[in-house]
């Protein structure tokens, strides 16, 4: 029998730069088990982001490039259309692409580009040191909301980046879960792997958001990080396909 | 019985093995690996049903489930 418990061969054996608890390290591994499951290791082309992420083309065993800070779809468009045959996906946290990288995002599913994008939703610029990103929830308390979101201080509320490219034509696909149990983490596999598949029958856009904890920043452990996921973020984005 | 294998000093002692192992098979070692935490254990003569809950939540590789 098949063993679905062990390491894909895409995630290459070292240890990562990330904190105790990030979700990163799981992503990461659920990516790399897509590819090997789907075959495509030799014809896929990532494009990481920058944000804790960066140093993802150190952790993957197939070609990665480097975009830009919010700039990986763009590199992933011209990638794309100039290797037709390639499979190429982005991994972006939410300061990449929703805060820096919006207008990137925002053109690059409305033109439908056949490219797949794994969105890391974790609430917060976590490689600087926590600043609010577009993402943090009302009243959460980060380096530059100290007091926790306000929208009364004009601080807005958190961005549902899914919501927002559900309307356009271009985007094929949207779902949202979350990787903060184990049942989630398979779910994310299953959303992760139809994302590609629709890349290879060229349907266009397709995204996956994942709500990932980040201990280090919710100042939580990582237990206390994962429980907040599923009592108060689940609120404000919802889990499930949002689009198909 | 299936079998938990851990490698225990790339373990980053986040607890979530322990605390979503269905069978509470898994603990905290009492001594530090080399990173400096105390890393995820497999209980002696604990029982292990293979459900992968361990393998699907670590983050960092450590932990092989073997049937
Ligand atoms: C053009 C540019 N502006 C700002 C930065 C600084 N910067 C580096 S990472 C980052 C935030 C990344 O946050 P996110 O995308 O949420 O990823 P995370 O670290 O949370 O995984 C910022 C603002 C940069 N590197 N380049």
Known sequence: MKNEFLPPKSLRDVNTHYCSGCGHGILHRLVAQVIDELGLRERVIGVAPVGCAVLAYNYWDFDVSEAAHGRALAVATGIKRSRPEKIVFTYQGDGDLASIGIAETLHTANRGENLTCVFVNNACYGMTGGQMAPTTMIGQKTTTTPWGRDPAFGEGWPLKVSELLAPLKGVSYLARSSISKPQGVRQTYQYIKKAFINQIEKKGFSMVEVLSPCPTIWKKTPIEAAKWIDQEMVKEFPLGVIKE | ?67
């Open chain 2, 1 to 67: 019985m299936a079998k938990v294998k851990i490698e225990k000093d790339r373990c980053k002692g986040c607890e979530l093995c322990v605390f979503y192992c269905p069978l509470k098979s898994l603990e905290l070692s009492s001594d530090l690996n080399k990173r400096g935490v105390r890393a995820a254990n497999f209980k002696k003569d604990a029982k292990c049903s293979g459900c992968g809950f361990c393998f699907l939540i670590c983050a960092d590789r450590c932990i092989k489930v073997e049937k």
